[in-house]
């Protein structure tokens, strides 16, 4: 019994909202279908006290004795979408507060009735009880909200949807193009009071489509009801000044199709258009302000949608009539039908909306319908349509402009002569097929992007999620075909590049999302396509690329490729965040070395790769030195991220040289690229370019061949043969010459390199100088800047310079010496030497190398064999104790063996653990610091 009245007290006292495409009024229909006919409910039926009903259908629910049939009570099989279905869903709502007030003393309720009636009245004031469910839905449980924005001596506004689910609020504006890009956005209270501030600028997606959107994430629950309530307003601050209005729910948000911005001398306001192509119906639901004062009542209105198309003007009227003007925005709603020239001029953005009190048209505003201002984004994984496989695979992203062009941008990738790509519609008959054509005509590379025009049915439809992406090659006509799904775009589409996941052999792909905010956070957003995906569970991680093919010790792999588990997925979407990146994967990020890798075990295996080639790092998130540093400076990163940079590290760092975007090494060589036949080297933080310096030629017509800076006698091997000099880490052509480059010297003018055609070997040779006899070695001078030897002044020029009481001595070249002459670094590389930050090695040997500021790395060891340096890691054997120790000129550890060993890693573990709850207290707090600035 307890039940039942608690189910009377519901009824009576509040009303169940409803959800209907079409107004209902009493009587009450009560077919029902027969509950014996329908053992279990259909999708496409509603259940109600045990009885089955139709979609659309009325009712009211007889709770049996005592209570009987409630007839101030209205229920109704609602027709809902869930998941592209219609299902049906009921909704009822007490009519009895609608009851108009008799007018006699002493009213009766006859029998069947629910409102009262005089004694002797005939007619029943339950017919005239409009029930509107589907206007009450939207107003008391809707999502979706709009705002008008003006501003004192702010010539233009803007206007603003938002849309509320998950516990964040998505808002996107319309402004006027005179207003600027606005610098931020803030969220107001009813008294004015700040809720939450974003600073704006723009990402890719904002300006490829010029709209403001965004999300504001976690709202917390005391605003929530602050934003259900209508107690919230939001302000943009433009270079014109600020301009501010209300967030509030009005009908037809939730079926919106169509935005405009209505602006004008006098005011400003917004269209909210619903339409029905298949009728040409048209729903507009227009919000203003300022061209009518409060308080004023039974205001005419003339409403105006005109269109220009191929010299042809077309323009539909409507008259209406607004009741009064309240403190808000004042509204008016309209329905009229439109043919298919408008249909199609408003599905282009070619329909104009004017409206205008008719007594004063001077005070109109004017709006350009477009297709809704949400930033909506359209994606698309393109798959075989009948033997899925990894040969073949594409994807597809779309979004409207603020003009009202469709962008698209479609990669295709297969072996087959793509011939043709269109959007239709899927349907077999013709009469019923809609083809969106042309895009062939942008495709080249595998990519097709361009702007299309669509008219208001495939609007309707693609936001419906009813269309197709076709490619067509030579040999099938639907090669590749996907379903266009649509999804408001959040933080991780702010990139506004999409990325094709695929395998090998594969029939499973997908479409990801990812970008990078301005606190370092990383979204993404991934969709899959194939078949057994709903009891996947694949496994998401970020993987990232050291660089490659690097001649010295940036090749080592003391940064190898590196992962980051995400997230263990479920079914096809996967979707999140990451935070606390290192920032050298930021940096590989940056330079496209990333991808994301989905890899699921088990009965339905796969393993999906896809390449971060859009994403863009902010410079707070990037380290403070290039990317190609980093990578051989193992420790200088912390795990979270942060630099440990000290004196002299940033010594070290200032002895390199930036060149054309790089970095190099102090001592580093290369050939010059901002200026023909010139060599660069490094030299303690100053680049030095100087003139190749050819060597002579031995013959009468020497030629140059084309590329090249010296002159041959020989025309050089054409065939690629050569050799590869360690002096100079240059390719020389087999039979070529050349003065080898040693920084910081310079070219070296006594030494000639010869590449031997025969063996392909370097042959180096130093020309042997003359003694100096009637000179001492510093009064000689080169008779000119190329000359290799240095000869003595003439001896009238010297004669006055030189004394008398100073004999000049002479030495003997036959005589030996019993000194030993020491090696030169041209003599060291001529012999197969190496040539490592400015010290040279000799053929052969080992050493290991120093990197400040740890000093000798005593775990790499680098070898030179024939001019080439290579360096290897050493790897440490695992061990099974405790307690290790570590010797102070060892690069691995080893197991304690005494009790004053033991002691020691005791007390070197203790400090290593007192230092790892520091940093996880600090990260604790640095986490909690950025909740409390998330969540306001």
Partial sequence: MQPIIVLVLYFLTGAVSGFSRRRKELPISFIRIPSEQ?????????????????????????????????????????????????????????????CPKPTCPDPVLLPGRCCKVCPGQDDNPDLTITVDLEREEQEKNGRHYAAVLTGPGVPRAATGRFYFRKKTLQYSFLFGEELGWPTSLTFLDNTNNILEEFALTKTALQNRTEK??????????RYRRTLRSEDMAVSLSTDLGTISGKVMKYYGLSSELFSGLLEGPSGAGTAIVSVSPGTGSIHVNILFKGIVKEGEQNIHFTIKFQMSHD???????????????????????????????????????????????????????????????????????????????????????????????????IKVETMDKVVDLNIDNGKKSKRLLTVIDGLMSTYANGWANGTAMLNAGQVDELFKENLYLNVATENDAQALRGRLVTHLAGPSE???????????????????????????????????????????????????????????????????????????????????????????????????????????????????????????????????????????MPGYLRDLGEEIGDEDLAENMRQKCAYEGSFYE????????????????????????????????????????????????????????????????????????????????????????????????????????????ACLHSEAIRPNPL?????????????????????????????????????????????????????????????????????????????????QTQCKKKHCPKLTCSLKIRDQDQCCPRCAANREEEERAQRTLLISNREQRKLKRLKRLRNIRNQERTSG
């Fill in 38 to 98: 329908d053992g279990k409910p259909k999708a496409s039926e509603c259940r109600f006290g045990g009885e089955s009903y139709e979609l659309e259908q009325t009712w009211h629910p007889d709770l049996g004795p005592p209570f009987g049939i409630m007839y101030c009570v209205h229920c109704e099989c609602v027709p809902i979408h869930k998941k592209r279905r219609i299902v049906g869903r009921v909704r009822c709502k007490n009519i009895k507060t609608e």
């Fill in 212 to 221: 403001l959107c965004g999300a504001w994430a976690r709202l917390p629950r």
């Fill in 666 to 773: 102090d001592g580093n060589r290369w050939e010059a690229t901002h200026d023909k036949c010139k060599m660069c080297s490094c030299q303690r933080g100053k680049v030095d370019c100087e003139p190749i310096v050819c060597p002579p030629t031995n013959c009468s017509n020497p030629i140059i061949e084309e590329g090249e800076c010296c002159a041959t006698c020989n025309s050089p091997s054409v065939d690629g043969r050569g050799c590869n000099f360690g002096g100079d880490s240059l390719f020389h052509p087999a039979g070529s010459k050349w003065h080898p480059y040693i920084p910081p010297f310079g070219f070296s003018r006594c030494a000639v390199c010869t590449c031997k055609e025969s063996s392909l070997a370097v042959d180096c040779y130093r020309e042997e100088c003359p003694p100096l006899t």
């Fill in 494 to 632: 702010s990139s506004g590049e999409a990325v094709m996941m695929k395998g090998e052999d594969s029939s499973i792909s997908g479409v990801a999302w990812a970008s990078l905010d301005d606190t370092c956070r990383l979204h993404y957003n991934i969709r899959l396509e194939g078949s057994e995906l709903d009891t996947s569970s694949p496994s998401l991680e970020l993987e990232d690329y050291p660089i490659q093919n690097l001649d010295n010790l940036k090749a080592l792999p003391l940064f190898p490729s590196t992962k980051r588990h995400l997230q263990d997925c479920r079914g096809k979407k996967c979707s999140g965040h990451a935070d606390n990146i290192h920032k050298l994967m930021m940096a590989r990020l940056d330079s496209g070395d990333a991808a994301f890798l989905m890899t699921n075990a088990g009965q339905n295996e796969f393993v999906l790769k896809g390449q971060m080639l859009g994403i863009s790092s902010p410079q707070a998130c990037l380290p403070r030195y290039a990317r190609n540093d980093l990578e051989i």
């Fill in 311 to 409: 010299g042809e003007t077309r323009s539909v009227e409507e008259a209406v009539v607004l009741e009064s003007v309240g403190p808000d925005l004042s509204t008016i709603e309209i329905r009229t039908v439109f043919d298919s020239p408008e249909l199609g001029a408003l599905g282009r953005g070619e329909l104009t909306l004017w409206l205008a009190p008719t007594l004063n048209p001077s005070r109109i505003l004017t709006a350009k319908l477009v297709p809704r201002l949400s930033c909506d984004i359209f994606d698309c994984v393109l798959q075989p349509a009948e033997t899925p496989s990894g040969d073949a695979n594409g994807i597809a992203f779309l979004y409207f402009t603020r003009a009202g062009g469709l962008q698209y941008n």
């Fill in 787 to 867: 000359a290799c030897c240095k000869v003595c002044p003439k001896r009238e020029e010297k004669s006055n310079s030189v004394s008398k009481a100073h004999p000049v001595l002479t030495a003997d070249p036959h005589k030996l010496n019993d000194m030993a002459m020491a090696r030169t670094g041209l003599d060291i590389l001529a012999s197969g030497g190496c040539s490592w930050k400015g010290v040279y090695h000799e053929n052969g040997v080992t050493w290991h190398p120093t990197v400040m500021p740890w000093g000798e790395m005593k775990c790499v060891t680098c070898g030179c064999k024939d001019g």
